[in-house]
């Protein structure tokens, strides 16, 4: 078993124990891991939806003079794409590492192909000078107003780009 797939089934045990013991307590059903239920095409259209939005943000926000939020905008594009594509194989994710680890699961089950490239960008673990995670840590919780360097922000837009692409080819392909 890899090591995708043994974090996919902590995140599923995970979010069952936090779901049963909000209902042993009377709580609103809540969890930070996974569920599994039936696939939902309606779900998944709303993320991707989703994603589209944050997309179009990453422009948006550079016209106004709030480039600094591109960034946030280029990582949940990403992000939504993989929580479409998780609603699509009927998961729901309240977990960024375990999404992440959800999709290398369903890439090593050859259920989707995504290029390896797509998964690292949101991986801590492989945090790089360019990769989305820290871009959007570096301009949320930093003090720069503005990305100086177009040719980040146009290769964000384009990466996006090719990941609301794909999503769409494993949504509806």
């Not at 009377?26 to 997309?55: I, T």
């Not at 960034?71 to 998780?86: D, E, R, V």
């Not at 673990?125 to 040719?151: C, F, H, M, P, W």
Request: proline fraction near 1%.
């Amino acid at each position: 078993m890899s090591q995708a797939s043994k974090h996919v089934d902590w995140c599923l045990k995970k979010a069952n124990k936090e779901v049963e013991e909000c209902k042993k307590l009377g709580k609103r059903l809540k969890h930070r891991g996974l569920l599994k239920d039936n696939p939902d095409l309606d779900e998944a259209k709303k993320h991707l939806a989703k994603a589209e939005h944050n997309l179009s943000g990453i422009t948006k926000f550079k016209s106004i003079g709030f480039s600094d939020w591109s960034m946030s905008a280029g990582f949940y594009c990403i992000y939504h794409c993989f929580l479409a594509i998780a609603s699509k194989f009927g998961y729901e994710s309240r977990n960024q590492t375990c999404t992440i680890s959800l999709m290398r699961h369903l890439k090593e089950q050859n259920k989707i192909n995504l290029d390896e490239k797509f998964i690292e960008l949101l991986e801590y673990e492989k945090i790089s000078e360019n990769s989305v995670i820290d871009l959007r840590e570096d301009y949320t919780y930093g003090v720069q107003v503005s990305v100086k360097d177009e040719a980040k922000l146009n290769e964000l837009k384009k990466t996006c780009q090719d990941m609301v692409d794909i999503t769409k080819e494993i949504i509806f392909g």
